[in-house]
């Protein structure tokens, strides 16, 4: 079971910068993507950005030149740099892996995990 673990959330002003970070445990799947999300109040979760198995990345149009997600693999760890924060990031931040199993070119289907959040406040 893949178990995953947000930190570094808080409250900032608007035009600061946060890193958020989460751990990984129990993974066992030859290959996983990762993904930050996000839930504002009253909102549905969206796509933040997510880094592929071989490192490629994809952002929302809204973050992008301001986040940077990465992933240290010896330290299982997924990281999700924030710079001029808005006040609309407001939100409670979710990491979450998408792995399958591959092997002689089949893969499995994808399994889904989710931490379960940290909130991040932005103000003015």
């Known amino acids: 079971q893949v178990q995953l673990m947000e930190s570094g959330g808080g409250s900032v002003q608007a035009g600061g910068k946060m890193k958020l970070s989460c751990t990984v445990s129990g993974y066992r799947f030859t290959r996983c993507g990762w993904g930050w999300y996000r839930q504002a109040p009253g909102k549905e979760r969206d796509f933040v950005a997510t880094i592929s198995s071989t490192g490629i990345t994809t952002y929302v149009d809204s973050v992008k030149g301001r986040f940077t997600i990465s992933h240290d693999i010896g330290k299982k760890t997924l990281y999700l740099e924030m710079i001029s924060l808005k006040i609309e990031d407001t939100a409670i931040y979710s990491c979450?892996?998408?792995?399958?199993?591959?092997?002689?070119?089949?893969?499995?289907?994808?399994?889904?995990?989710w931490g379960s959040g940290t909130q991040v406040t932005v103000s003015s």
């Open positions: 979450a892996a998408h792995c399958k199993n591959c092997s002689g070119g089949a893969c499995s289907e994808t399994y889904n995990y």
